[in-house]
């Protein structure tokens, strides 16, 4: 980690699509000391440090992914590649992925559910400088009910008791975070379905305590509309999915809508990078109308989160843009997606004093594409330089740096 003055044409400060033109920041041991016009913190900087100049190219803070999967790798089948894997392969893919989502300038990720704490281990590692990759937020073992949603991973529970134990030993063994699964999911085969609930709301309440009691906020898994209600009374922090699936199609309330506003609980479609396969799969009208119902919760001041459910079937780990794009879909401006990636994301997962901006004292999470993401998003895909916490990382794909 070396200090380093970084310029660029433009500068996205954020939030609103802020830009300083002709823009630099100065970073040291780490962190942003100056960000601002390039003669101003070229002049705070000792003429010794290096310079890397990106004349035709956009500087804008780190990128955010709330909801990944570092154990499965995205293929047909995961859950039998994550079957067949022992630790160690487990770890040099979930590794390798993580690498992934850095190249694509992914600087801080969410991972939601792991086997035997790999993705502690991990996030202590890249913390350490000994593997490159985005800072990581990593939830353990998510809580499931017996043969539940992903009770392959080992967090299967039943009652009040046995859920505030599993709670306490994954903030023993280091966890950010603690997942639940409200309801059932897609990918787990003999499981309950997506619309049925899998713990009660005393249940749900249960977790939510024993988390906020350890400092610990919650994610629920939500597909189900009672879910959803369980986990909104719990207090969660955050909802995944939060499709309102019903028995017989769906269930949306709006009185949920607007108590999931109210008391602030952000709300991460996960929308895949396959957004599109999964409309045509899915049927484009039914696909549709699942996405208006975002746009709508949104506009009902729903704060929303950007994930990718990377892990999962045609959900790849360098997909981000296409993900980010399923909201240009609905109707949000690049600038409105850029900073629900940046500042936004980081608010809602309590890191704004630290990261989703480009701000002194903020840690030096970063990226620079060619082109301007504020009137073309694709330009997001072409990464030349990321920095993470300070330590510089350049995609294989990119071209030479400047001199």
């Not at 780490?30 to 000792?46: K, S």
Request: net charge negative; proline share 7%; hydrophobic share 45%.
């Amino acid at each position: 980690m070396m200090d380093t003055v970084i310029s660029a044409g433009r500068m996205v400060c954020g939030p609103g699509g802020r830009v300083v033109p002709d823009a630099a920041v100065l970073v040291r041991r780490g962190v942003i000391e100056a960000a601002g016009p390039r003669t101003v913190v070229e002049a705070q900087a000792d003429p010794a440090v290096p310079r890397v100049h990106f004349p035709d190219g956009t500087m804008l803070p780190g990128l955010v992914d709330a909801h990944v999967h570092l154990a499965l790798d995205a293929g047909p089948d995961p859950l039998e590649t994550l079957r067949t894997s022992s630790d160690d392969e487990l770890y040099a893919g979930m590794a390798m992925r993580a690498e992934q989502l850095l190249a694509s300038g992914v600087t801080t990720v969410r991972d939601l559910g792991d086997r035997g704490g790999l993705a502690v281990r991990l996030r202590d590692e890249i913390a350490a400088g000994r593997v490159p990759g985005p800072r990581v937020l990593a939830a353990g073992t998510p809580l499931t009910a017996p043969g539940g949603h992903c009770w392959f991973l080992g967090g299967e529970v039943e009652g009040e008791a046995a859920m505030r134990a599993a709670v306490r030993r994954n903030a023993e063994n280091g966890t950010d975070l603690i997942k639940v699964m409200a309801t059932g999911g897609g990918i787990t085969k003999g499981g309950p379905p997506v619309w049925q609930s899998q713990f009660t709301p005393r249940e749900m309440r249960a977790v939510v305590e024993e988390a906020h009691r350890a400092g610990l906020p919650v994610a629920a898994h939500a597909h189900g509309t009672e879910g959803i209600a369980a986990a909104v009374a719990a207090g969660v922090d955050s909802i995944e999915h939060c499709t309102w699936m019903a028995r017989d199609g769906f269930d949306v309330r709006e009185d949920l809508v607007a108590a999931i506003a109210a008391r602030g609980i952000a709300v991460c479609p996960a929308a895949s990078p396959d957004w599109k396969g999964f409309a045509a799969r899915f049927g484009p009208e039914r696909a549709e109308e699942m996405f208006r119902r975002i746009r709508w919760m949104a506009e009902s001041g729903v704060r929303l989160l950007p994930g990718t459910d990377a892990g999962v079937p045609r959900a790849v780990f360098d997909g981000f843009v296409s993900s980010l794009e399923f909201f240009e879909h609905i109707g949000m401006t690049p600038a409105e997606i850029i900073d629900l990636a940046t500042s936004g994301a980081a608010e809602a997962l309590r890191l704004a004093r630290d990261t989703g901006r480009l701000a002194p004292g903020h840690r030096a999470d970063l990226l620079v594409v060619d082109g301007d993401p504020l009137t073309d998003l694709t330009a997001l895909r072409a990464v030349r330089l990321v920095l993470a916490a300070g330590r510089r990382y350049t995609p294989p794909t990119a071209p030479p740096l400047p001199s």
